[in-house]
């Protein structure tokens, strides 16, 4: 049995483990989600008896269903061992002030979220994205007040221009404001725009890092093949892992899945290696459905590869980052 991993997240004292279990799945908002609350708490609970602290969840996964879920799977537990991660800015209703990230939105969806969680505060509190509407000073102030006051202990930040992160740090060391602990950008071996866009930002600011999508929707488990048509899993009915297979992407692809062949394990394992190689990766997100499939990530810790590997993996497709490509 592989024996859980932990590090700091990005230059805070945080202990979180070396994977993240993300929360998406727990829920009934789209067909490929579990559905079911009895098979997603015996996942959660299988995660954190294997040693993952870290869960990462938001009050739009499943219009708050998932958050409930998390709350009843860690209620008993010991909370001091658990870090617990959410996000704010999405749309909670169809009324003024029901998304986006103003002071009342942040305020009021914190207090709902708490009360879904079960929990007293939060661990670590991100904006689910850029807010173009509001000034990331009256963000920055309301996220402050929320730690001043006890109910977040750490901020972090989701999917966003480079520069747009720039300012927000910026904003926060001239106001004295609470700064961003960490970063949650989609990246993988088929997505790595951001390593022209946030990372760099990341590293020279001691930033943490817990990248979304590790495996590209499915993508990199190699359970999708050039010229069939896809009738089950997420690319049934997500066209945006469906847009991912382009002829680079396959290219990369075929590389993972020889990789895997040479060291008998899974290309969901060798694609999760290679983050978990990235000095900038502090614990990357993984959304398994089963328990075998959570068994299966988890090995990926005791996979190691070589310069050689590594170059390999990467050698079929150039990082290049756009808006349009960022999906932002």
Excluded at 60 to 81: F, M, P, T
Excluded at 93 to 105: A, E, I, M, V, W
Excluded at 279 to 284: L, Y
């Amino acid at each position: 049995m592989t024996e859980m991993q932990y590090t700091k997240l990005g230059s805070t004292g945080l202990e979180v483990s070396r994977l993240c279990l993300g929360c998406m799945n727990f829920g009934s908002e789209q067909p490929w989600m579990m559905n079911d609350e009895a098979a997603s708490l015996d996942l959660l609970d299988r995660a954190m008896d294997m040693g993952i602290n870290f869960l990462d969840t938001a009050n739009v996964y499943s219009h708050g269903e998932s958050e409930e879920i998390v709350g009843k799977a860690i209620e008993g537990r010991n909370r001091d061992e658990l870090v617990i991660a959410t996000k704010v800015f999405g749309g909670m209703g169809d009324y003024p002030n029901g998304q986006g990230l103003s002071r009342k939105h942040i305020l009021d969806q914190a207090e709902a979220s708490l009360d879904r969680l079960g929990t007293d505060y939060i661990d670590l509190y991100q904006i689910h994205r850029w807010d173009e509407t509001t000034p990331i000073e009256e963000t920055l102030s309301a996220l402050d007040h929320l730690v001043e006051t006890g109910r977040v202990r750490y901020i972090g930040a989701s999917t966003m221009a480079g520069w747009q992160f720039t300012k927000a740090l910026y904003e926060s060391d001239v106001e004295d404001y609470e700064r961003f602990s960490c970063m949650q950008p989609e990246y993988n071996l088929v997505d790595r725009h951001e390593e022209e866009n946030l990372l760099p930002v990341c590293d020279a600011e001691g930033v943490g890092v817990i990248p979304w999508s590790p495996l590209a929707g499915g993508f990199l488990t190699g359970k999708y093949h050039r010229d069939e048509e896809v009738t089950e899993g997420r690319a049934a009915s997500d066209e945006y892992t469906e847009e991912r297979f382009t002829d680079e992407n396959w290219a990369v692809l075929d590389e993972v899945r020889a990789i895997a062949e040479e060291k008998d394990v899974s290309a969901a394992q060798v694609s999760l290696a290679w983050l978990l190689h990235k000095p900038v990766v502090d614990s990357p997100i993984i959304g398994p459905r089963t328990e075998d499939h959570l068994v299966e990530n988890v090995a990926s810790l005791d996979i190691s590869l070589s310069d050689e590997e590594l170059e390999r993996l990467e050698s079929p497709k150039a990082p290049v980052w756009s808006r349009d490509i960022a999906n932002i």
